[in-house]
């Protein structure tokens, strides 16, 4: 049987009022439409906007690329289909009530429990509050005490001014965080749609027969969307091998792990050929790259859990897949894998998705809250050292609010060091570390 000469790129967005397509078309013209390096001379730059038959819903398109030039892995070039996991529509209905029920759980706590990264902000935010809780109370205080002494009326209006342009806000953009991010039973059936539809969707693009690979790709609060499919999936795929062999690559990635002895290079080298190996085995899982952009992931301690404590304790747990794989004791030895009754081979355990599957993170350092990007950070210290973190950078805007600038180019000719990174960190050429990802540093 000829294997399939397709890879797809499923991308999940962030939070706001997205419009379906708006995303993906930009993405694409940014790490194909433009990047002369994936194809021949003769090869055309665009992309054919084709029926989207894994996501049901007729607002969205697939878009199809040429065939690339050949690498090393794919002498004959591969295409690529670009899809977008569209998301917004599953989250409607959300209410003040639901952004305070979750802002409450971040507000209120101490300041130690907040990460370093988002101490600033979480002071600044508690002044603003409590600023917006004096000036609304002004007329009820004392003379003595109404420092701005504005009258009632203009009290009033300024009020109504405010709640009409914030509360908008609030429930459109930060609303989405605080509905999926927040496990509160009135949240709880908006997080299993669009779940569920993402792994519905994730084992579509596997069952169809007509990929090589899958790249997920998840902005902002789509790399935490993401991380769940990915860790939701992978569980129905590590135990359909069905033939007896011997595991070299897993056994050797197995004792590098618990020997520390990998690089990331190294390590994300071994995944790729671990994957191979699972392949070769009988397992279905196709993904071979997990790439976030200005990931929320990197504040997982207030965002997942109650604090850093126990988010250790979910990872060790294995509720939190981390990157190398939670290793157990297994026979003497620490693995990531085991043999199950009666199975005919050694498979991975149910948190081991990034064993195979390799992970890359680009995010713009902030400082001084409104230059980078706030929301992402580094995550290799919050989710393992095989994470590939790049500290990525642009001179759009001097870099001031550079959160959903990861794909904007600053010229066709000059795309900037960021795209050029996040082109890299795909590997729509299947190529190894060493050969890309020269837009980035790696933190």
């Excluded at 618990?258 to 671990?274: F, I, S």
Aim: with cysteine.
């Amino acid at each position: 049987m000829a294997r399939p000469d397709k890879q797809a790129v499923l991308l999940i967005h962030g939070i706001g009022e997205q419009r379906p397509m708006d995303t993906l078309r930009g993405f694409v013209r940014a790490v194909w439409t433009t990047d002369a390096s994936l194809r021949y001379r003769n090869v055309g730059a665009g992309v054919y906007s084709k029926p989207d038959e894994v996501s049901g819903s007729y607002e969205l398109r697939r878009l199809t690329t040429a065939r690339s030039r050949a690498s090393v892995r794919y002498p004959d070039g591969l295409r690529t289909d670009f899809y977008e996991f569209y998301w917004a529509h599953l989250m409607q209905g959300t209410t003040l009530g639901h952004v305070w029920n979750w802002m409450k759980q971040l507000l209120f706590r101490r300041p130690q429990d907040v990460p370093p990264a988002l101490r600033g902000a979480w002071f600044l935010l508690i002044g603003l509050l409590l600023g917006a809780v004096y000036v609304a109370a002004q007329p009820m205080l004392p003379a003595f005490l109404q420092v701005l002494a504005l009258p009632v009326w203009m009290t009033s209006v300024g009020g109504l001014l405010l709640s009409s342009l914030v509360v908008p806000i609030l429930t459109s953009i930060a609303g989405d965080a605080a509905r999926y991010l927040d496990a509160s039973p009135a949240n709880i059936g908006r997080r299993q749609a669009i779940r569920a539809k993402g792994v519905e969707i994730l084992n579509k693009l596997h069952a169809c027969g007509e990929y090589e690979r899958i790249i997920v790709v998840g902005h902002s609060l789509g790399s935490v969307i993401g991380y769940d499919l990915l860790t939701y999936a992978w569980p129905d795929y590590a135990g359909q091998g069905d033939k007896q062999r011997p595991q070299p690559v897993l056994d050797e990635l197995e004792d590098d792990v618990v020997a520390g002895a990998l690089t990331r290079d190294a390590y994300q080298a071994q995944q790729r050929d671990l994957l191979d190996e699972l392949q070769d085995d009988g397992v279905p899982w196709l993904v071979t790259d997990f790439v976030t952009l200005g990931s929320p992931l990197a504040h997982a301690a207030v965002l997942l859990a109650a604090d850093e404590d126990d988010l250790c304790q979910k990872q060790e747990e294995r509720e939190l897949p981390t990157c190398p794989p939670t290793l157990e004791p297994v026979g003497g030895a620490s693995r990531f894998s085991y043999t199950p009754r009666d199975a005919p081979h050694r498979q991975l355990h149910h948190a081991a998705v990034f064993g195979p599957t390799r992970w890359t993170n680009l995010y713009f350092p902030a400082k001084v809250l409104v230059v980078g990007d706030l929301i992402g950070g580094p995550l290799a210290p919050v989710f393992g050292s095989g994470i590939r973190d790049l500290k990525v950078r642009t001179s759009l805007l001097g870099g001031l609010l550079s959160h959903t600038r990861y794909w904007t180019l600053e010229s066709d000719a000059e795309p900037g060091a960021h795209v050029e990174a996040l082109r890299a960190a795909l590997r729509l050429l299947d190529a190894e570390q060493g050969e890309g990802c020269e837009g980035g540093t790696s933190a």
